[in-house]
């Protein structure tokens, strides 16, 4: 069965950093787009990286630009979010989605409802 399984979030302090993982089964990660989003407390899930089946295309959200960064080990069937200076308004469940190559890439790339499949989450928490 195709599964995304999210990893490695926890409790930091401010200007800590975490790296979460996203390993794929049941498929090949290489015949998918993915896409890193955040839900909030209280607010509309967030789109926060994006990267192309390639890894030569990759997308931030304004406000994680300069200090997330995504990437791909299609080898390992797993993608990666690398977040340093961590702050508190980045505190919520963290999902990671996909897109099949057959459909074509979304003009938007951050967009959540471009994307049919989803992991079950993992929480980040940034607090003193």
């Known amino acids: 069965q195709f599964q995304l399984v999210e990893s490695g979030g926890g409790l930091v302090q401010p200007a800590g950093s975490l790296r979460l993982s996203c390993v794929i089964s049941?498929?090949?990660?290489?015949?998918?787009?993915i896409g890193w989003f955040l839900q909030a407390p209280g607010k509309e899930r967030e789109g926060v990286a994006y990267?192309?089946?390639?890894?030569?295309?990759?997308d931030y959200g304004d406000s994680v630009e300069g200090r997330f960064s995504i990437s791909r080990d299609d080898a390992k069937n797993t993608v990666y979010l690398q977040m340093n200076d961590l702050k508190p308004e980045d505190t919520g469940v963290y999902y990671c989605a996909a897109s099949h190559a057959r459909y074509a890439t979304p003009r938007r790339t951050l967009d959540p409802s471009k994307y049919p499949y989803w992991g079950q989450g993992t929480q980040v928490t940034v607090s003193s």
């Open positions: 990267i192309s089946r390639s890894g030569r295309t990759i």
């Open positions: 049941g498929a090949s990660l290489e015949s998918y787009r």
